[in-house]
């Protein structure tokens, strides 16, 4: 057989790695190759034939059986860095340029002082390079600061190593998307003080592995672990790099956090597509983006935690989990900015004043009417009581007069007739409630006009989009009609 596990192959344009050689059920007596698609949709399989298990994969369904002879006939191992980097960026080719004598190596083309090189997607391999390949590469690199080799078929992580190695004034560096499953016991003589930023997305790192890597690493601002096989549970402290400020391990199947990550002042964690079920957020005085969207958290009082625990939060995302699932899209919507003390930006939208205030607003009269349960003792509802001048005792003998501000209208889509409930507050402006009937009614982009009937010959249209809804008289259980201006 041609090729062995671990070997990484370009088919078609498509990235894989070999996970399995020998026969199958399915074809006997005909040599075949398991292989993982970096890319899971080319996938048919998890590595299992009529029941037999043959390999392992990380991602769903991302393995194929193909037989010898097909795959070593359309595949490929790629190119060693010097070819690539040749084809690239110098002039002449780097064949030809490794064959001149050393002190003279060729000028690259467009190269300057502080220059990014950008690899990625070249098939590059774990092939050596030739001691003359090197000083040509030495010669144009120096001041290389930012490199890319992310989408490649790197596989033996200690030759990586020596590859960037060669870049002595390196601080960036993307290795995503090569599967590194060699390689990882000869590491001691590497270590890249200069790095500040690694992503590390999808290359099959497990737990043990990460040690490794923040040994030649140690100096790290920023790293990217997202999609990698961090899921498997370890009772050994986890010590990432101390000047660590971000931090993201999206997509890794977690149902905890991760050891040893309390010890880190992060200003940016994200921690979406994971397990979590509860988040026992640790205290990050620091932090100022967090995402824990696409999750399974349960309880709304986990923003609570939040203001506890992250005094200087602006931007979240929360979207995505079990709390917010159930009910209107735009109630929850509200409801998230009022219970967060600082918050900015939420689900990628960012938070005007007057947002802040409507949500607010509509939160606290569905507090004080019973129709959202809160703790009324944290400090958070403290404040938006003397904000708004909530008195506890008039609640139990009279109706707040933020409930008079609620009203529940219909909306029909004049166009297809389709139609939903909305809970709106009637100082909101016109054009914020085009806001909220767009999201509702998903119309998409494009103008429209709202109008309703105070009475059954009387078309009233609502043209001035910053008058507040009150203007026009609206009331509970009105009918507000949506026309498309052309």
């Known amino acids: 057989m041609k090729y062995r596990v671990g070997d990484r192959l370009n088919i078609g344009g498509e990235i894989c790695t070999v996970r399995y050689v020998g026969e199958i059920c399915k074809w006997p007596e005909t040599n075949a190759y398991g292989v993982e698609w970096d890319n899971p949709t080319r996938g048919k399989n998890d590595g299992a034939v009529d029941g037999v298990r043959y390999f392992e994969v990380s991602k769903y369904r991302s393995g194929s059986f193909v037989k010898a002879t097909k795959l070593e006939n359309e595949a490929h191992t790629g190119f060693s860095f010097d070819r690539a980097f040749a084809q690239k960026y110098l002039t002449p080719p780097i064949e030809l340029a490794s064959s001149a004598p050393a002190s003279k190596p060729e000028v690259a083309k467009g190269l300057r002082p502080t220059e ?3 690899l990625d997607g070249c098939s590059i391999n774990d092939e050596r390079i030739s001691e003359s390949a090197l000083n040509v590469i030495r010669a144009n690199c120096a001041e290389v600061t930012q490199l890319d080799l992310s989408s ?50 999808g290359c099959g790192l497990k737990i043990d592995q990460l040690e490794k890597v923040f040994k030649c690493f140690p100096c790290l601002e920023t790293l990217d672990l997202s999609w990698n096989d961090l899921s498997s549970p370890t009772g050994e402290t986890i010590y990432f790099p101390s000047t660590l400020t971000e931090l993201s391990l999206s997509g890794n199947l977690m149902n905890s956090l991760p050891s040893g990550i309390s010890s880190l002042r992060l200003r940016s964690l994200n921690l979406s597509h994971n397990l979590l079920h509860a988040l026992d957020i640790l205290p990050f005085p620091k932090l100022i983006d967090l995402d824990i969207s696409h999750n399974m958290i349960q309880k709304w009082d986990t923003l609570d935690l939040l203001n506890q625990a992250l005094p200087e939060l602006r931007f979240a995302r929360i979207n995505g989990n079990l709390f917010n699932a159930a009910g209107d899209e735009i109630s929850n919507f509200y409801a998230t900015i009022a219970r967060l003390q600082s918050i900015e930006g939420l689900d990628g939208s960012m938070l005007s004043k007057a947002t802040r205030q409507e949500a607010e607003l509509f939160f606290v009269s569905k507090v004080i009417s019973g129709q959202i349960e809160y703790d009324r003792r944290l400090p958070r509802w403290t404040a938006l009581a003397r904000k708004y001048s909530i008195h506890e005792k008039q609640q139990v003998t009279r109706k707040s007069w933020l409930e008079y501000l609620i009203i529940t209208v219909r909306v029909v889509n004049e166009e297809n007739q389709n139609s939903a409930k909305c809970s709106i507050l009637t100082n909101y402006s016109v054009r914020y409630l085009k806001t909220i009937i767009a999201r509702k009614l998903q119309l998409g982009k494009g ?34 009609y949506i026309k498309r201006v052309a």
């Not at 002595?168 to 390689?183: A, E, I, M, P």
């Not at 105070?454 to 259980?477: K, L, T």
């Open 447 to 480: 103008p429209f006009q709202l109008f309703f009937y105070p009475a059954p010959d009387a078309r009233q249209n609502m043209d001035s989009e910053f008058r507040q809804v009150n203007y026009y008289g609206i009331c509970d259980n009105t009918t507000i």
């Open 152 to 201: 490649n078929l790197l596989s033996t992580f200690s030759q990586t190593c020596q590859l960037i190695s060669e870049f002595k004034n390196l601080r960036y560096l993307d290795l995503s998307r090569n599967v590194f499953s060699k390689g990882w016991d000869s590491l001691g003589e590497f270590s890249f003080h200069r790095v500040k930023r690694l992503q590390l997305v």
């Open 116 to 118: 990014k090189v950008f």
